[in-house]
């Protein structure tokens, strides 16, 4: 190899490792969103040296970036496996080994797209575009990651978020990237001054800026007329393993709890995280609910075990969440859909062994309201809440007018993923334009408003109960009626792309 290959070859993977790193820094979890903003120049500038080599080249530069990501995103992972794996290292490095590889794979596949969209004369915005929504919105990925989650901080600008989703704030930051690079490039004099690219990005931000002001004037409005509802959250702190080893103290220590909560002013609900409740509830409802409720005479929703009969006779457990009305009565009900593989689902028994704290749930496929009077509530459980699309499957069908999210990261401790969690379900706020009530044992349980800002919240491991006042809202936003429609037009913008070689 010539040193000016090799040179070549350090600098691909230069530019890639630099922007990897700053994607997961500029990232929801690390939270320096500037950074997200040239984390792609960076990428492009180092497959601009890599495409000279083919294919092949590029596709190792985007998988190098993908590792570098992973590696600083997904540190939190490793919290696992002292509690979830019983300490086995070599098992949990197995696993974040192979989540990495996968991970990394998505970007190696972006980087070949561009570079075969270069290679046919496409410029740096149209190639490094358009394959990212596409790639975004088609690769099969347990947890889910967009370059537009960065940005949920920056409320103005990420209210776009109702008319297309994250992938609609993946493309505006992917345009202030390409000004960026198109500005580095022109210092450098390897281009014209790109006043093209400059008025694009300056005409992308100040439309979602426009749009931002317009609806945060629109919602604020919205909700100052909305029925109101005053609901309170208990966030016990138990540990994680408690449910199982000592349910009664997990329910006693939330019953207590609640009371200290009524005492200090009345609420119209209480919601109480998931599986709180574990002895498993006895299904068909309805149900009497005073064993659980207890004294508390107040309307609690809560996570729970529930059992019922299967087609085949076999009785399954579900992952669920109860309503208990005003008069005691559990008459609804919802049983998680998304279950996790390896934690509440194994693909193989013998897994079973090697994974002593997994789950064995059964998977729902409906997704009913619980309501409460005029109030209907979809309520994700847990991992449901990160799967845009899936959420956007409960509001379609349950048509609520509050959702309610219940969670248990108690598993990741003092990590990122409890606050990625949180930012996720603000996102959720903003596609469906509701009021999000977020319960988890061990933090951060919220309340966002339609904005996607936290009303209220509390701290991440701590005893806490939160109260504050939502509001019912009905919006059927673009983004509930069409879903994640900018990742298909750019997945046929890529294919047509691809069969037009540009001239000149």
């Not at 696993?95 to 270069?118: E, G, I, K, V």
């Not at 505006?172 to 400059?198: D, I, M, S």
């Not at 279950?339 to 997994?358: F, K, S, T």
Request: positive net charge; charged residues 15%; proline residues 5%.
């Amino acid at each position: 190899m010539s040193a000016a290959a090799r040179g070549g070859t350090a600098r691909a993977l230069a530019g890639a490792a630099l922007g990897g790193a700053l994607f997961f820094l500029g990232y929801a979890g690390w939270g320096v969103w500037p950074l997200a903003l040239v984390a792609w120049a960076a990428l492009w500038w180092g497959l601009e040296a890599a495409r000279a080599r083919g294919v092949a080249a590029a596709a190792l530069a985007g998988f190098v970036f993908g590792w570098v990501a992973h590696a600083g995103g997904f540190g939190w992972l490793w919290r696992l496996v002292d509690v979830f794996l019983d300490g086995n290292r070599p098992l949990g490095a197995a696993l974040w080994l192979a989540h990495s590889a996968w991970f990394a794979a998505a970007y190696a596949a972006y980087a070949a797209l561009y570079a075969a969209l270069r290679a046919r004369g496409w410029a740096v915005a149209a190639a490094g575009v358009a394959p990212l929504l596409a790639v975004e919105w088609l690769w099969p990925a347990l947890f889910p990651v967009r370059l537009g989650d960065a940005f949920v901080d920056r409320t103005a600008f990420v209210q776009i978020a109702d008319l297309g989703g994250a992938l609609l704030v993946t493309a505006l930051a992917l345009v202030v990237n390409a000004a960026v690079f198109e500005t580095l490039r022109w210092a450098a004099g390897a281009r014209p001054l790109p006043r093209g690219t400059w008025a694009a990005a300056a005409l992308a931000v100040g439309a979602a800026a426009a749009y931002g002001t317009l609806r945060i004037r629109a919602l604020e409005d919205a909700v100052a007329r909305a029925p109101e509802l005053r609901a309170g959250v208990v966030q016990g702190n138990l540990d994680v393993l408690a449910k199982r080893r000592d349910p009664e103290r997990m329910h006693a220590a939330y019953l207590q709890q609640t009371r200290e909560l009524l005492a200090d002013g009345s609420v119209d609900l209480v919601v109480w995280p998931e599986t709180v409740y574990t002895r498993g509830i006895q299904g068909p409802l309805p149900v009497a609910g005073d064993l659980i409720r207890r004294d508390l005479g107040v309307p609690l929703l809560f996570g729970a075990a529930s059992v019922r009969s299967g087609p085949d006779g076999r009785s399954l457990t579900y992952n669920s969440a109860f309503l208990i009305e005003a008069d005691g009565a559990i008459r609804d009900g919802y049983d998680k859909n998304l279950l996790i593989p390896l934690a509440e689902r194994l693909p193989v028994g013998a897994l079973a062994r090697w994974l002593p704290h997994a789950d064995h749930f059964g998977a729902a496929a409906d997704t009913p309201p619980l309501t409460l009077g005029p109030w209907r509530m979809a309520t994700p459980i847990c991992y449901e809440a990160i799967v845009a699309g899936f959420v956007r499957r409960m509001v379609r069908e349950a048509r609520p007018n509050l959702l309610v999210m219940l969670s248990n990261d108690s598993w990741f401790g003092d990590s990122q993923e409890p606050w990625l969690h949180l930012n996720l379900a603000r996102l959720r706020a903003i596609e469906h334009r509701r009021f999000v009530v977020r319960a988890a044992n061990g933090g951060v349980s919220a309340i966002i408003d339609p904005l996607g800002r936290l009303a209220g919240r509390t701290g991440l491991l701590t005893r806490e109960n939160l109260r504050g006042s939502v509001r019912a809202l009905y919006a059927d936003t673009v983004y509930a009626r069409l879903g994640d429609w900018p990742g298909a037009l750019a997945t046929a913008a890529v294919a047509a792309l691809l069969l037009v070689r540009r001239a000149g």
